[in-house]
């Protein structure tokens, strides 16, 4: 099994292929400086070349603010270009893992989102993405579709290196309250792709950590972890208006792939934990 992984820049794809490392599979981590994803001749160039077996479809466009002013962008790259993709995958015979979020949904009312739920999003990036997904579900057959949610890693910027930037600097920081969901390691995600990708279980999945808190509730847990004196103070969103509409409720249901055989992710407090030791080896920026 041969795979490539997009998007290796980023805090997913990083982990891919990390994870891949590990497992001895090879694999090829690409990224902007390979190919364009809105050229669909290089993208299957690119492809037919490398000719793997799995392609795991991290890329995307992710600014979701700045989505709201960059309309055309944000869909060229995650409609467009996962349609690119799609294309090229089928003429080498590859399976794919399309990444996706809960932002398809219309983060309305408190019940967790399970997979067969109707396409509802709130915001352009939210609308990208139900782009994306309908390019993979539409044209092929052997595909993982994984949505999750509120994901950091080590190799990026992420709401938990914020936090402890500020709770370093600050006694008290802000963070709003009515946002649910599941903070999500991107490192416990990647070890759930690899898992899926040797399997023929074809489908929908939600995976997240387990459990399920606010952005303030996590801030709160993340100054714990770190003894951090800083007070977090729970306010609601309208406090903090956003050119996107984020939504409320963030909540994925993770039963079916806890169903189908495949490891379920780590809570979400032994997930921050294990994270945290792995920034003990470098200094938090």
């Known amino acids: 099994m041969k795979v490539l992984v997009t998007g290796v820049n980023g805090q997913l794809g990083w ?8 497992r001895q599979i090879p694999c090829r981590g690409v990224d902007l400086q390979d190919f364009d994803l809105t050229d669909g001749a290089a993208v299957k ?16 466009y992710t600014a979701v603010d700045r989505a709201e002013s960059e309309p055309e962008k944000c869909a060229a790259v995650n409609g467009d270009g996962t349609m690119n993709m799609v294309r090229a995958a089928l003429s080498v015979g590859a399976k794919m893992v399309y990444i996706s979020t809960d932002y398809v949904f219309s983060g309305e009312g408190e019940e967790p989102w399970t997979e067969d739920m109707p396409y509802d999003p709130k915001n352009v990036y939210g609308l990208s993405k139900v782009q994306g997904e309908i390019a993979v579900r539409s044209l092929m057959k052997r595909y993982f579709l994984l949505r999750t949610s509120w994901v950091y890693g080590v190799h990026g910027r992420n709401f938990v290196r914020t936090m402890l930037k500020l709770g370093r600097e600050k ?14 390691y991107s490192l416990d995600l990647a070890r759930v792709i690899c898992d899926l990708i040797p399997t023929e279980k074809y489908g929908i999945y939600h995976v997240t950590n ?6 303030a509730e996590f801030a709160a847990l ?3 972890k770190r003894g ?13 208006p956003t050119p996107a509409r984020r939504p409320l409720n963030s909540r994925l249901s993770g039963k079916k792939l806890a169903d189908s055989g495949i490891s379920p992710m780590p809570p979400v407090r032994d997930a921050l ?8 080896a470098e200094p938090v920026q």
């Not at 160039?45 to 995307?60: K, N, S, T």
């Not at 387990?210 to 952005?215: E, K, R």
């Not at 934990?273 to 003990?280: A, I, K, P, V």
């Open 45 to 60: 160039a690119y492809v037919q070349e490398y000719a793997p077996d799995v392609i795991v479809h991290c890329a995307a």
């Open 210 to 215: 387990g459990g399920y808190m606010s952005w």
């Open 273 to 280: 934990e294990r994270y945290l030791r792995e920034l003990d």
């Open 228 to 240: 951090l004196p800083c007070r977090v103070i729970p306010v609601p969103s309208r406090e903090y």
């Open 171 to 184: 006694t008290e920081v802000r963070v709003v309250n009515d946002q649910i969901g599941s903070p999500t």
């Open 222 to 224: 993340i100054m714990e």
């Open 15 to 22: 982990d891919v292929t990390r994870v891949l490392a590990e």
